[in-house]
């Protein structure tokens, strides 16, 4: 019996698909790699088997361009299934082939997929990698209004309002997500990310004390890199 262009699973491979998945969150990737494909070959229309061998290699192989052949097929079983299309996409986007990712995205948001902040999390990630940073922003807009006040979100906008030349936007965004955070979980490069834009506003002394505050709230395990940058800044002379 089909269900929506998919065969009933049978109950004799539920063991087997547990025993998969118990191997893989064991770090045993080998055998349960070998697991799936003997499966797969065993029932080649089981689109649940074929996503098992999909996400084997997608998320315990780090093998996106291996993985995407399989969640094709998956997809050409089931092309309604929408798990399945939204990992093909993260594998495309990983793969650097962001218009088909963005394609799969908005299928997925136009059937309403239930995941809609990472929907949009990931369809902004690459729209910004295809330059498209109007398109980004509203995407990183819905994320935001999915999570509403999420530092790292706020940051991502404001990244992308920076670089349409809205730096008032972009600092309101960076000030509304430094204003969540108190004591050891001020995040410095929030701080750097605000003075650069203080600094391109052409506010010397505000974007001075951004830099300094940002020294002061630097951690153990923050990049070095992001040190020299705060440093920097508030060497530079008005």
């Known amino acids: 019996m089909e269900r929506n262009g998919r065969e009933a699973c049978p109950p004799e491979l539920a063991a087997q698909l547990r025993e998969l998945d118990r191997l893989r969150r064991s770090g045993r990737y080998t055998s349960a790699l070998t697991l799936a494909r003997t499966l797969a070959e065993a029932h080649p229309r089981q689109a649940r088997v074929l996503l098992e061998v999909a996400q ?5 192989g ?3 361009a291996e993985a995407l052949e399989w969640y094709e097929r998956v997809l050409a079983l089931a092309p309604g299934h929408l798990t399945s299309r939204l990992h093909r ?3 495309l986007s990983r793969l650097g082939r962001h218009e088909d990712a963005v394609a799969d995205f908005d299928a997925l948001v136009a059937a309403g997929y239930r995941k809609a902040l990472v929907l949009h999390m990931k369809r902004a990630e690459a729209l910004e990698a295809l330059g498209r940073d109007e398109a980004a ?3 990183w807009t819905l994320a935001i209004e999915e999570a509403p006040g999420n530092p790292w ?11 349409m030349g809205r730096l008032d936007d972009a600092a309101q965004d960076l000030t509304q997500a430094l204003a969540s955070q108190t004591g050891d979980e001020v995040d410095p490069e929030l ?3 605000r003075g650069v834009l203080r600094e391109r506003q052409g506010d010397v002394e505000g974007a001075r004390a951004d830099f300094e505050a940002g020294l002061s709230a630097f951690r153990e395990g ?3 890199a992001l040190l020299d940058a705060l440093r920097e800044g508030t060497m530079r002379k008005p």
Do not use: F, K, N, S
């Open 62 to 64: 780090g093998a996106p």
């Open 153 to 163: 979100l706020l940051q991502q906008r404001a990244a992308a309002r920076a670089r």
């Open 222 to 224: 923050d990049p070095p």
């Open 191 to 193: 701080l750097h990310a």
């Open 89 to 91: 996409a993260l594998c």
């Open 137 to 139: 922003e509203r995407d």
């Open 56 to 60: 084997t290699l997608a998320i315990w």
